[in-house]
């Protein structure tokens, strides 16, 4: 009865043990499935290797996203696999010309049991701020720097003058510098202020409102160069935001309108409801802008002929304000341009509801 128990168990327990084993491997692959579904969840791609540099895990992350791309990922991972299992750390950056333009960094490390795990990351976005910051900080001290050079030669000069006359010029031009170097500042403390102030405020304006000191701000320059600004009667409109920054973006709409016009011509101002959206436009018959250069307008310090900029005192810094202020407003600005006819700016503003 005995022997009859355990061969009658033997079997029995034969198949308990293959189920118990068939249970783990169950496991352990769902763990692994749970495993790869989390690698490709990451943003990045992930590459595990062994201490032979065989491939034991990689995601599907596909971050180069070509396939010439994806080759010259490989071919860098394949570089820094060695190094990483000599037990150092190693980078480096695969740059794809696209378009679109991509950088991609590719970063293997060693591991403590004796393989490696490389990560490939889209760094695009990363080196793109890097390089606007630092033409940003270029370019602030060339703004400040030519205009301070300026005053110091001027000094130097007037410092040994005795010609009444010709220190009267040289003085209106230390003048004229310092305005110039006062107007940078400004504009950069204005722009970093609507950078960082965002759409914090967000009180009921009226368009009448804004758009009645925006002119008031431009009425010296404008009669100074003979400029008629012809203002329609704004119907009773309201949008939601910061009349501050509201008004600063018209009102370098305006200048910009007065700076570029040829004296004796009109400027003309509305404001409408269209879609919406309440839609500011400021339009001039002056000097125009090239299509090649319409994109481009409203990045910081970018001018079409810095010469004529120098002349009127521009830092190339209203535009880029006036698409911040757009955007703070989830709004946006238009503009349609000719050469030699003149150009229409358009800030659309959400109304209120
Ligand atoms: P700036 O201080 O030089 O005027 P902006 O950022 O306000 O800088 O404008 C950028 C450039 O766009 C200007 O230098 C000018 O070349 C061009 N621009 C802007 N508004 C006008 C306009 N109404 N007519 C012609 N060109 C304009």
Do not use: C, W
């Not at 990045?44 to 491939?55: A, F, S, T």
């Not at 879609?275 to 079409?304: A, K, M, Q, T, W």
């Not at 407003?329 to 238009?334: K, R, S, T």
């Amino acid at each position: 009865m005995g022997l009859l128990q355990r061969r009658r168990q033997q079997p029995v327990g034969d198949s308990a043990a293959i189920d118990d084993a068939r249970v783990d491997l169950d496991a352990a692959r769902r763990e692994l499935i749970r495993a790869q579904v989390a690698l490709d969840s990451l943003p990045l791609g992930v590459v595990l290797v062994d201490h032979r540099g065989v491939v034991v895990i990689r995601n599907a992350r596909n971050v180069a996203g070509s396939g010439h791309g994806d080759v010259l990922v490989q071919e860098a991972i394949d570089r820094l696999v060695p190094t990483a299992l000599a037990g150092r750390e190693s980078h480096t950056s695969v740059e794809l010309y696209g378009p679109p333009k991509k950088v991609i960094q590719v970063s293997a490390a060693p591991l403590s049991d004796g393989g490696a795990i490389v990560s490939v990351e889209d760094i695009s976005e990363r080196s793109r701020l890097d390089a606007v910051r630092t033409d940003f900080v270029a370019n602030i001290s060339h703004e400040l720097k030519t205009p301070v050079g300026a005053l110091a030669v001027l000094a130097e000069a007037i410092a040994d003058e005795t010609d009444i006359d010709v220190v009267q010029r040289l003085s209106v031009k230390m003048v004229d510098e310092a305005h110039r170097a006062a107007t940078a500042i400004d504009d950069l403390l204005e722009l970093s202020r609507i950078e960082l102030g965002g759409t914090a405020v967000s009180d009921p304006v009226q368009a009448a409102d804004v758009l009645g000191d925006a002119v008031v701000r431009s009425l010296a320059s404008a009669e100074q160069r003979n400029i008629h600004i012809d203002l329609d009667e704004p119907a009773a409109l309201t949008v939601r935001g910061d009349r501050r920054q509201l008004v600063s973006a018209l009102s370098n709409l305006i200048d910009n309108a007065v700076k570029y016009s040829e004296p004796g011509s009109d400027v003309h101002i509305a404001a409408e409801l269209v879609d919406g959206l309440v839609n500011f436009s400021i339009s001039d018959h002056g000097v125009g802008i090239p299509s090649r250069d319409l994109d481009r307008i409203f990045e910081r310090f970018y001018r079409v002929d810095r010469a004529r900029s120098r002349e009127t005192g521009g830092t190339g810094l209203g535009l880029a304000i006036v698409r911040h202020v757009a955007t703070n407003h989830e709004g946006d600005v238009q503009v349609k341009s000719a050469e030699g006819e003149g150009s229409t700016f358009t800030l659309r503003i959400p109304v209120a509801p």
